[in-house]
Structure formats: C-alpha cells, structure tokens
C-alpha cells in the first residue's frame, strides 16, 4: 500500500525523489536483464517508486514533460513496462501488462 508520504513527496519534488529512489539503478532500467539479475531488496526499490510515479501520474497529472528536452523523468508508463519485463526475465515467463494494479501484479509475477 502507498502511503499518502510518498504521494505528497512524490508529487511536490518529483525529479528530486525519483532521483534519489532509483538514481543508483540508472544502467538496470536501461535493460531488462541487468534489472532482472538484481537483488531482490533493490528490484523491490524500483517496482515501488514505479508505482508512486504512476499513482502520481494518475492521481495529480505529474509526469515527464515532454516538451522539455532536458526533463529528467521516465514517463511512468515507460517505467510500469521496464518493471513488468524486468520481472518477468526474473521469473522466466511472459507477462501481458493487464492495467491492475502494478504492486499486485509484481507480486502475482514473483508468485508464479
């Protein structure tokens, strides 16, 4: 469950928090792989901050501004869809992106 923290953190400072929140993992969102080959704890890292940006997104209307050329942000959807491949190499399947919510959908992925 998100925490209305996170929410109002993420919404106020949104470059600033994401920067902090997934920063150190900038080469494992590049590509599939090297997310799926990390630890759990920081995959876990990423699938949450995923979430706050999307809840953000869907919530308050904050996301990447592509008008900015030099805007820092992943779009939220861009990043929902690296998580749920990420995951989904992790798990060795393939996994259809069915719009539920992206906390309980990783969970049902690591579940099998």
């Not at 539920?100 to 049902?108: P, R």
């Amino acid at each position: 469950m998100l925490t209305d923290k996170e929410l109002g953190l993420a919404r106020e400072h949104p470059r600033g928090t994401e920067q902090r929140m997934i920063g150190p993992y900038r080469a494992a969102l590049n590509d599939v792989r090297t997310y799926a080959a990390l630890p759990l704890k920081d995959r876990d890292a990423i699938v949450r901050w995923a979430a706050i940006r999307c809840a953000v997104r869907d919530r308050f209307g904050v996301d990447r501004d592509q008008a900015n050329l030099a805007e820092p942000l992943i779009p939220a959807a861009t990043l929902r869809a690296h998580v749920i491949a990420g995951e989904a190499t992790a798990a060795g399947r393939t996994i259809e992106d069915d719009g539920s919510d992206l906390l309980a959908l990783v969970a049902g992925i690591r579940m099998g």
